[in-house]
């Protein structure tokens, strides 16, 4: 499928030029970000994640977070992030006015979300600032075409 933001963000980037460098020394390459971003949006995919359709985000800042968008761009995916503090009842809110496919929470919130996103359809994955999570696991399973 053609997305021309990401094919714009393709095309001007060196793949082996630094994309993004945490203060804690982690380095992700554009090549890196190109490979993360089709792995993850592959596994929204797997998830079943469809063109135009929702991925509610409730994440903390991270360069995770930053490649699920780029994953929800490319697999042309609506990407609505969510404020960390929100309260389950705002959650319950959002999520039900805007009934996402899929609801993206920090490990510790799944417990929470779950009930709430099951409510409405949707599904629940996690992903943490730290590189883990349900999704990024799904996502090192997939074999992508977004590559």
Aim: glycine share 12%.
């Amino acid at each position: 499928m053609s997305n021309h933001l990401f094919d714009a963000i393709r095309a001007a980037a060196r793949p082996e030029a630094i994309f993004i460098e945490t203060g804690d020394g982690r380095r992700w390459t554009y090549g890196d970000m190109i490979a993360l971003s089709g792995q993850l949006a592959g596994a929204l995919a797997a998830r079943g994640v469809r063109p135009g359709d929702r991925v509610a985000v409730q994440v903390e800042k991270s360069p995770e977070a930053l490649m699920l968008y780029l994953a929800c761009v490319r697999a042309g995916a609506v990407y609505l992030p969510l404020n960390t503090a929100y309260t389950l009842a705002e959650l319950n809110y959002f999520i039900g006015d805007a009934e996402p496919s899929l609801v993206v929470v920090s490990p510790g919130a799944r417990e929470g979300v779950s009930p709430i996103a099951g409510k409405y359809g949707a599904g629940v994955e996690t992903l943490d600032e730290a590189g883990g999570g349900s999704l990024l696991e799904l996502a090192a399973d997939e074999e992508t075409d977004f590559l």
